[in-house]
């Protein structure tokens, strides 16, 4: 029985050249954290050749003369899907042992690919055409096998029986032990598998327990453990490639209707449901526009890609609600160019399988209040749909949207909250005041004639005031870290109105001088 | 006209942004009179506040918020000298029985100490703001009111019964905040419903609006937060600066009165810092004899012993100055002083406890006389003035040194229980922002990630010397950030804001002040971290400045190395050797000294000091004194170190500043080297009293003001033409006393710190091994790391074993060997086992004591609190290798720990383990080996396995090199040879010569040098140079780098252990060096190597 494993070394900086192809052969690091405070997280030997340090901050690492990028998740994600692909397309049985290394067990196959080499040189070979570079080491064990892929480079034959012999150079952190066992076999001395091979496995287990003897058993290569098989096809993405390019929603449309079908088939075979679509088109380059739109500052230079994520408020495999949330999501949105590529991805979920509640108040549908929210945000724009929560800060009109839940949703999770919620609410009733603050968004521009420093006239929205009484200055200032700091200064007027047409009318009002734009703005009004 | 009455500096710790000193003059620049600084829980700026005050001058009025139950603040004005007292008393009350940096006062108290004080209603944090807000019920069960405005004219109608309803002000802030307006209007009607007097404040918190940002950050440090969460906790606008009276009063116009009654309150707010009513101790001198009296009886009876019988010449020539003495201290009323310094000198004396004074102190005979000091004054011709004059109206000060660590602080003890918990204290040591913490705790507040926050912090340098390349801006760049972008701009400027603005208070080492009758009525006490200490709000300078008199009683690390080094004299070499009558002029010391082969000895072991000994060459005790001096600033910045040295040389001939000037300068060759000097040449040249030139040097010390000093050189003219001195010859002598005082040595403190210097270098030359173990039981301290000083000691000869378990103690000790010749040996102690509790380390001696250790088992057993790690670390370093009488190797012994530290239990031991069974067996082997070794040293080489006993393991013994690393790891010292023993003949190959070698090499040939860096110096002083001590096994080289090579070769030279330094050899008057062209790391060993760095 043989196994085969597969390593791709620098698996993130892999990665990012596998999207990237022209930094092939280059020295790349790769950052992570927010500017400017990002550090170096990955580098690959030629990067680290050139004098290139894990934790360089942009600015050091820029001295090297290597290629910076950041680092991306996603593009890990997918290579390490590809690597998943390339196990499944060898072997159905293969082990997702961890982001960067597989193992395949290879029984049996020998009618199919021939010898043990021809496999692993068919495995190195797929692995190019993927865009990654891989280890692989086929050993009759395993541990040997995974091993032997992350410690030796290129492609290792293990010949049966020889396993410990082989891996015995390498070190003894390759078998990932603790931290403590590690430190512990240091003062010993002990650094390579066959150092620790040779050690005595009882007076082993004396001193470092069951764990000693696990490692004692893989640098031995004696270790017999079966693979962990991994479930093919976890990762519900569907991907279209067009000859022609789509401009046209209906069109388009129709393409999507497919696709999703056919994504919802798969999740209802596996009794699941879309939490959440993806939604990922490769665009048509267009020279003239891209050029018009490069010297047009005012726009933001358009993405070769298009990426929309659609979050559901339940898990749903309804092909025909999904394609009407899609359709209103690319209303909002539509991509900047034709598309030449379409990849939808299912984020699976469990299927709502409870009935609501006895005694609970009676709810829109999910689905339905999923659909209304969406056409919400299709009309006044992503962040401005939600309940609405008052900022932390001293800045009048500051605050922020939480995400809506359906009733439903909190009511099953958060009882206990909502009575905290109540209990607030109450307390802010008590300390309401009598006066209704009707506030305008935006303030409304005015123009405020002052004497000695306070205001006198007020006009806006074409009417004209009079000021009969004044209070205020009310300053306040704040976020001087940031560029966006504010400093204002408030006034509450009474105000008499004077028009030709109506009677003279009185208000209360709220304005305020903008010290940073230099306006002044009304921002509400006392009812 | 108003004045600002209500300001918080940065002593309100975190509340303020601005110091005491920038807060008085922007009040005076705003052109107000007065200004009134309430501290939270104290009064810890006011002395500073005050003394900037009365140079602007403006009235520095007192108070403190004080915080109550229920979080709110009273706001108190101290109106008189009782005030002031009842407020120290209430704060030191609420704080003493709570934990540092908290306390509340409780009603009561207030009202019995609301005497002498007035009470504002207060801001955001006052009285009338909590009851407006509050909604619980009232306090002590009284009828709850029904509205706000109820519950606030309650409020105000109690502080009237307990302050007095005159000493009451309804106090109005306006920052621009609507909740603010709402307070004021609500206090406008309590004031006029119960006839109570306005008065307007702004609720200052810093000087300019500017320090809003610092406020902000303060509040972040206080409150956990970052910027970004703080949220309403940060200020709402940046109003709370000191703003004119102009400004004031177009605020407040509609209520002049609140205005105008800044001016009556502050015309009513009569007490001053001046008026603080301390006064000293009164000694009780028995008998019903006075002060006076019992202080010339103990003089009188001290001279004999000193000067001899009252017939002797000595007597004769010490008699005049001590009556000179005594009548001063009678006339200034200072007998008690002395008295008790003299009281605590006596307790150290009977219990053991080795005490010097020094500083000016050593100028007093009849501190002589009393024992405080150990310098004869009239032998020295040492200027009394210097310590105490008629003119200048302030107590004397007298630092005591005393060993370091228990003893003194029995001393300390028994200062609190002389004059009780009241009536002594600690004084304060006020902690500042500095780089380090400053870039910490600002760069957290704008959350910068930690390991950012890390590498700035240790970016931040730490050298003497700072170049034009050592500034924020190129540490950001060196930290890989880039200084332009706008938070990094933002947290760079906030950086240099925050320097030196006060963080916390600590104690002071050693300062204390102690109080006739209550310390707490005159400053507030605190308790500090460490128990049984009690701190007082004000630290040294600012205790000395308000006339406080304090002593201190210093730590000194070489007393309590003089101390054991006696003790292990008296018990293992049987000698007693008594430190007041060494033999003098011993040529041993001198031979030493003037090879400069002086590592250990005090203050004239470091490299500067070594690089002037071989030039001064010193043959008698002056010279060490004149040694001492001058390695200091003051010499080095006014460029006397090499007139001196030349002229002490015969190369440039002895003159004079003036003919006048020969008595005073005779000494030091015509180059005034002591403050003394400039004093008496003062007194001499321009026929200044010895009160005015205590005066002089005061004038030109640390806080030197421009007018000061021109007037004083008008005073010098004067008395110089008086005396009829060229103009020239006035220049130079005017330049000399300028430019030297500020920085020049004491000669007397310069005499104490030789006489310790000697003593040391005695011991040393005399008895090495007794006095390197008391050095290692001391470190830290002095020059060196513990590894060069036993480096140095073996290439003396002495023999120093390995820590060893079956020998050690927790200290160092000495064992005597008969090995080839007799002698003793320094044992080295467990406390130099890295990672070895203390309590752990003591237990052992003990145990072995009662029974050796048959096995590791057998001590894990009996000393069960070890820990595996413990084990380890012993193991590590070889300490486990002879346990038992077995000879084992280190990874023998670190096989078997891990087993002993996860045993089994005893139904799964295994029969031939080493347990308690055999206990008493392998005892009887392991005294055998013992007693035929007596812990001798270890002839067994380790990794030779020799006996194959049963503590064999299956692992591989460890190699010369993992050994070092182990020792260095695992203690910061190897007994073995020295790291670059193991690769001289590499070394030799490539043309390093070793240190020893230099002195043979001609001046100015091209050599090579390695060694391990032992110490990397960019003194102050010399304008951006580097300097190193390179150790190898033969000594120590030194090599200069020059600024310019310095920044070719920082990373080098900072970051690497082991250098390889090429250049020009210099030996001028056996002073040798190697002027770096090259630096070059080497990479010859991976143990870590440590240094002495940026002294």
Redesign the interface.
Known sequence: MAFASIHVPDFSVQAVIRAEPALRGRAVALLE?NP??A?VVAANLSALQAGIEL???????GDFGVEIRPRSPAQEKTAHAALLDLGWSISPRVEDTAQDTILLDLAGLASLSGTDEAVADRMAQQAESLDLVVNVAVASNVEAARLAARGFSGVSLIPPGEEAQYLGCLPVDALLPSAEILE?LD????RTCAALA???VV?LS????QEGVRLHELARCADSRSLVLAEPGHSFEEEMELEDAVEELEPLAFLLSRLLGQLCARLEARSLAAAAIHTRFELEPSFEKDFLRANDLRRKPPSKIYEKTLALPVPMRDPKVLLKLLRLQLETNPPAAPILKIILTAEPGRQRVAQGGLFLPVAPDPEKLGLTLARLTNLVGDGNVGSPEI????RSDEFQMRRFHSPRETSETSGKSERIAAGAATQTAELRTAAIFRVFRPGVPAVVELREGRPTRVRFRGMRGDVLAA????????V????DGWHN?EWDLELQFHSHTTQAKRGLYRIYFDSIRQSWFVRGMYD | MYNELHARSAFSFLEGASSPEELAAVCAERGMGAMAMFDRDGVYGAPRFHLAAQKIPIRAHIGAEVTSPSGWRYSLLVESREGYQNLCRLITKMKLRAKKSEGLVLPGEIAEKSHGLICLTGGDDGPLAHALARNDEGANGAAIPETPIERATQCVEQLCEIFGRHNVYVELQRHFCRHEEARNQAALAIARKLGLPLVATNGVCYAGPQQRELLDIFTCIRNHRTLANAGRLLARNSERYVKSPAEMARLFEDLPEAIANTQVLSSRLKFTLNDLGYRFPKYPAPDGKSEMQFLRERTQEGMIPRYGPPDSPAHERARPQIDRELALIEKLDLPGYFLIVWDIVRFCRANNILVQGRGSAANSAVCYALGITAVDPVGMGLLFERFLSEERGEMPDIDLDLPSGDQRERAIQYVYERYGKLGAAMTANVITYRGRSAAREIGKALSFDPETLDRLASLVSAWEYKDEYDTLACHFRDAGLDPNHPRIRKFFELCVAVQDLPRHLGQHSGGMVVCQGQLDSVVPLEPATMPGRVVVQWDKEDCADMGIVKIDLLGLGMMAVLEDSLKLIRDDYAEEVDLAHLPENDPAVYSALQKADTVGMFQIESRAQMSCLPRLRPECFYDIVVQVAIIRPGPIVGQMVNPYLKRRQGREPVDYLHPSLQPVLERTLGVPLFQEQLLRIAMIAAGFSGGQAEELRRALGFKRSQQRMRDIEKKLRAGMDRKQIDAAVQDTIIQSITSFALYGFPESHAASFALIAYASAYLKCHYLAAFTAAILNNQPMGFYHPSTLVKDAQRHGLKVKPIDVACSDWLCKLERYKKGREGLAVRLGLRYVKGLREEIGREIAPQRAARAFSSIDDLKLRVPEIQKSELAALASIGALNFIGGKRTHRRDALWQIERVARRAGPLLERPDDDSQANANENAHLAANANAESGCESKTFKEGVNSDGGAANSPLAAMTTEERLIADFSGTGITVGPHPLAYHRADLQRQGIRPASDLAKIPDGTFVRVAGAVIARQRPGTAKGFVFLSLEDETGIANAIITPQLFRQYHITVVHNPVLLIEGRLQNLDNVISVKAERVLPLSLTRADLSSHDFH
């Open positions: 954290g400017p405070l550090n934790g360089m901050t942009k600015t050091q690492a512990t003062r010993w001395g002990v040779a050690l005595p007076e004396e001193r470092l327990g900022a932390d800060t001293h209070s205020g200055p009310w300053r306040t200032s704040g001087w870290w940031r560029e200064d």
